[in-house]
Antibody, heavy 123, light 110 residues
Framework: EVHLVESGGGLAQPGRSLTLSCAASGFNFDDFAMHWVRQAPGKGLEWLSGISWNSVGIEYADSVEGRFTISRDNAKRSLFLQLNSLRYDDTAVYYC????????????????WGQGTMVTVST | SYVLTQPPSVTVAPGQTATITCGGNNIESKSVHWYQQKPGQAPVLVVFVDSDRASGIPDRFSGSNSGNTATLTISSVEAGDEADYYCHVWHSRDDYPKTVFGGGTKVTVL
């Protein structure tokens, strides 16, 4: 069974940085692209970034390009998202998501989601 | 950028049919995926590539895609179907792949 467990969320001040992690199990992690999707309180889903199986292909939403950095460590079966220059509107639940494809370029869709980690940006 | 438009809410009586639309320019040229999100839970894949049901999803759920509208249909609605539903597509902007979700539709079962 696929399991995705996010961690690293919490309270952060505006302008600071935070790194989210996702531990994957139950599938061959290095065979699939992975993504981060967030959901602000009471709002809809927003895709942030995707990374191919071998980290060669990386895509970002316009809203976070240049501020957020996605990465993965296949040996540790882990996905990461570094959030820099945090803003109040970055407050959201951040989900780690498994693709069905190897590339993060639209060949697939989102088959499994973690339970999410909450990031709150506040003074 | 590509915009997906969903009705904010749909209300249906138990046993009836709920129809959730997702509008987008020439959406029939894209593969549409649907996710269900119950309160306090993570989204779950329901339908992929327009009309294929995900594993474990009852056949009461079906999808279609034509023209400028994709549709998720829930037949014989049950109380447990009450949730938010999101459509999802990939598109290309300046040759870069981007993905977008609809705004979500809250299905309320009377």
């Amino acid at each position: 069974e696929v399991h995705l467990v996010e961690s690293g969320g919490g309270l952060a001040q505006p302008g600071r940085s935070l790194t989210l992690s996702c531990a994957a199990s139950g599938f061959n992690f290095d065979d699939f692209a992975m993504h981060w999707v967030r959901q602000a309180p009471g709002k809809g889903l927003e895709w942030l970034s995707g990374i191919s199986w071998n980290s060669v292909g990386i895509e970002y939403a316009d809203s976070v390009e240049g501020r957020f950095t996605i990465s993965r460590d296949n040996a540790k079966r882990s996905l990461f998202l570094q959030l820099n220059s945090l803003r109040y509107d970055d407050t959201a639940v951040y989900y780690c998501v498994k693709d069905v494809a190897t590339q993060a370029n639209g060949e697939g869709y989102f088959s499994n989601w973690g339970q999410g980690t909450m990031v709150t940006v506040s003074t | 950028s590509y915009v997906l438009t969903q009705p904010p809410s749909v209300t249906v009586a138990p046993g009836q049919t709920a129809t959730i639309t997702c509008g987008g320019n020439n959406i029939e040229s894209k593969s549409v995926h649907w996710y269900q999100q119950k309160p306090g839970q993570a989204p779950v894949l329901v339908v992929f590539v327009d009309s294929d049901r995900a594993s474990g999803i009852p056949d009461r759920f079906s999808g279609s895609n034509s023209g400028n509208t994709a549709t998720l249909t829930i037949s014989s609605v049950e109380a447990g179907d009450e949730a938010d539903y999101y459509c999802h597509v990939w598109h290309s902007r300046d040759d870069y792949p981007k993905t977008v979700f609809g705004g979500g539709t809250k299905v309320t079962v009377l």
